[in-house]
């Protein structure tokens, strides 16, 4: 079911619910009123009969039946009974016999314990009053029925479902007005995001200056579409650049060849051009293995993890670079380590973390003046914190807010050999071990790598 209709039928239910509950609070109220009215009624009438009685001296009914008969006002279907002590009948009056009920001897008898009693006798309200006059003491019965507060109750009845049906046609019709402009600016966004596609990302949803909800909606669709534009940047940018790099060493290998099949050569000649080949291939090799790591750790899939000691895996570090180059050189630093073991104990990928490690560390000593990376470990409020530091005289701060961008490299890389994506997978690694990993440049021309992790204790 479309939201429209949703937001109109809940609207009419509403407004049904409130309608009904409006009418059936009126009705009550009203019928409740019109119940005491006509018992003050019965009781006014009672009392009037009971006063020209007993202020009669002789206790004149003749005189009494012809005012009564003369009285225009008459409640409808009126029957009025008198009883005297004995319960005898001293006066009656019907302007019709049909309007004549059986008086139940009980009714008086509980008429005079009561002194003022209120029951339906047959199907008339009966109102019964005992005047305890010493002289005369009687019980004045007074019936009838309220037809005039039935007639009333019957138009009132009649004109609250006319108008609960008028109300909930009108819900209806402002409810399917009231979902559609609620729903209008929302419509909007559909049509303008449904014209969007990657070819045209530098369209934008409207914004008005109001603080609703629909806005909001706007202004993150644009962000969004911000961020989707730099991502399919990013990602072009990525497979030139992966182009480009896989590219050079195969034209390399490919013109190699053709030199070589010109004429005949000598087997040092041969050899020298399949040593070049070889590392050319060598290079294609670990540019597509580190593209395949980077795909990798971009999945999402899950990762088989255990509990790692980071410090022992900064340990391997230092004999990792001598074996890469004998002139790299590494000094890592503890603080005070903490007695607990769990604070020491990062649950991660040991393959993963030490490859992080081990590119973080290469890129330092490779690139560093004086090919030497410091390395601290410290623990700060349950995290395991690991910097790492060298020396650069060239990068600037703005080359190095892009240092974990995929083929990024510095301007001291120019006659270094490497593909720019060591870093890139580095951070990739540590997102993926929900940690953080951050770089800056100080004052003393150092760059600073700074990894956070949480330990096993805040898992």
């Not at 005079?112 to 009053?129: C, F």
Request: charged share 20%.
């Amino acid at each position: 079911m479309k939201v429209r209709y949703k937001i109109t039928l809940a609207f009419i239910f509403l407004t049904t619910i409130l309608l009904l509950s409006l009418c059936f609070f009126t009705y009550y109220n009203t019928a409740q009123q019109q119940e005491r009215d006509f018992n003050k009624m019965l009781n006014n009438r009672a009392h009037t009969i009971s006063s020209l009685l007993l202020s009669s001296k002789f206790y004149d009914y003749k005189f009494l039946s012809e005012v009564d008969s003369a009285t225009r006002n008459l409640l409808f279907a009126e029957n009025i009974n008198v009883f005297n002590v004995r319960n005898e009948r001293v006066y009656h009056f019907a302007r019709n016999a049909s309007d004549t009920i059986n008086i139940p001897v009980q009714l008086i008898q509980q008429a005079r314990i009561e002194k003022k009693i209120i029951q339906t006798v047959g199907n008339k309200k009966t109102l019964a009053i005992y005047n305890s006059d010493p002289d005369y003491p009687i019980v004045v019965i007074v019936s009838a029925n309220d037809e005039n507060g039935r007639q009333k109750l019957s138009a009132l009845k009649h004109n609250l479902t006319y108008g609960f049906l008028v109300g909930v046609l009108l819900s209806f019709i402002f409810g399917w007005f009231f979902s559609n402009s609620i729903l209008r600016p929302l419509i909007q966004i559909n049509n303008r995001v449904d014209k969007i596609s990657a070819s045209n990302f530098e369209e934008r949803l409207p914004v008005k200056h109001l603080k609703d909800e629909w806005n909001k909606l706007a202004q993150t669709f644009n962000s969004l579409l911000s961020r989707l534009r730099e991502s399919f940047e990013l990602q072009g940018r990525f497979i030139a650049n992966a182009s480009h790099e896989l590219s050079t060493p195969l034209t390399s290998v490919s013109n190699q060849i053709d030199v070589v099949l010109r004429k005949e050569r000598s087997k040092e000649e041969y050899l020298h051009v399949l040593r070049s080949v070889k590392t050319d291939v060598q290079h294609m090799s670990a540019l597509t293995q580190q593209l395949l790591d980077i795909a990798r750790t971009s999945s999402g899939g899950a990762i088989q993890t255990e509990n790692l000691r980071v410090d022992e895996l900064l340990m391997e570090l230092p004999a990792m670079m001598k074996k890469i180059d004998s002139t790299y050189a590494v000094s890592v630093f503890f603080d005070e380590l903490p007695d607990e073991e769990s604070y020491c104990l990062v649950n991660g990928n040991y393959a993963l973390l030490l490859a992080a490690f081990k590119n973080i560390t290469e890129n330092g000593c490779k690139y560093s003046p004086n090919q030497h990376v410091k390395i601290s470990l410290s623990f700060i409020e349950n995290k395991i914190v690991i910097l790492f530091s060298n020396l650069s005289t060239i990068l600037d701060s703005a080359e190095i807010e892009n240092i974990f961008q995929p083929f990024q490299r510095g301007s001291n890389a120019t006659n270094i050999k490497g593909y720019g994506l060591g870093l890139s997978l580095t951070r990739r690694i540590i997102l993926l071990h929900k940690g953080e990993v951050k770089a800056e440049l100080s004052k003393d021309q150092n760059i600073m790598i700074s990894v956070i992790l949480k330990s096993v204790l805040l898992k």
